[in-house]
């Protein structure tokens, strides 16, 4: 499926679902130390502008639907809003440039709580490697305009590790 054919909703209802289809899949999580501090800072320095929500939606990222993905068990927590750039689905990957953006709603205001990196790189299932991001590799996501996912809990600390899909500290709004 053609990148240019997915609305802009369907982009994050997607984005939303795939995380949940990668719960339970064996995914490894790591912790800070497991990942090169020096990038983990530049990928900081490079999205620490989004704290500003305006900064992302000037920037590109959209949120297609206004939707917080959660686990549905505070156990395991949430995601957040996902907010997308379009522009950035591809197989390229740089640890500065994510294509997602997560943030988490307390108060009126959202914050920016994490990152996701996208790759359209060849699947697992068509023989393709994991895309390596930050050190760490990427597992599959099985949505028609990504192969391969990678959060990535650089604004706000995840007791499940660095790299876990859901962080039990991210509520969705009621």
Not at 96 to 102: A, I
Not at 142 to 163: R, S
Request: hydrophobic share 35%; glycine share 8%; proline share 6%.
């Amino acid at each position: 499926m053609n990148l240019n054919e997915i609305s802009r909703r369907k982009a994050l209802k997607l984005v939303g679902v795939g995380g949940v289809i990668v719960v339970g899949t064996g995914v490894t999580s790591a912790h800070r130390d497991d990942v090169d501090p020096q990038q983990l800072n530049e990928l900081r320095e490079a999205t620490a502008k989004y704290h500003d929500l305006e900064n992302a939606l000037t920037d590109g990222f959209v949120l297609p639907e206004d939707h917080c993905v959660s686990s549905g068990d505070p156990d395991v927590g949430a995601m957040g809003f996902h907010y997308v750039h379009l522009g950035r689905l591809d197989e390229t990957l740089d640890h500065t440039e994510p294509e997602v953006l997560l943030y988490e709603e307390r108060g009126n205001k959202r914050h920016l709580v994490a990152v996701e990196f996208l790759s359209t790189a060849t699947s697992k299932a068509d023989g393709g490697e994991p895309p390596v991001v930050l050190g760490h590799e990427m597992h599959p996501f099985h949505e028609p305009f990504a192969n391969w996912a990678l959060h990535v809990w650089a604004w706000k600390d995840n007791p499940n590790g660095l790299f876990a899909d859901f962080n039990p500290r991210v509520e969705c709004p009621e």
